[in-house]
């Protein structure tokens, strides 16, 4: 069945109004992970004079800046690959999302436990996903 003409710019449209979108959500992280950089700064530099400040806040608070700095490589490695998201990449994410998590609630030890337990599945996900990788390269 041929598609209608008037339907054919279609899929071209929602691709470039998705590329137009993810390069505006590119620079509003870009502005945030500069913000969390100003943020860390200012928080070593506190902290050298008031030993008070929570180090679990400092680790949070990295911990964030490495989530937008994994979101915007993963909108870098998006155009670079042609418009494909690569899977590692939301594995990775996911990872550091779910470390951030223990860190900041760590108080109930059997959450604690299912959360290592989904970074378990997570980096078992991540091992299957580059075997198939290089069993591809190697065919």
Known sequence: MKIPFQFQKVPQLLQGLLNFCLFFLAI????LLISETWYIVTFVYK???NRADSYYEMLSELLVFFLYFEFIALIIKYFKSGFHFPLRYFIYIGI???IRLIIVDYDDALKT???SIAILVMIAALFIANRRKTVGEHD
Not at 28 to 31: E, K, P, T, Y
């Open 96 to 98: 550091t999302a779910v």
């Open 28 to 31: 509003a992280l870009s502005v």
């Open 47 to 49: 902290s050298l004079f």
């Open 113 to 115: 436990f299912w959360w």
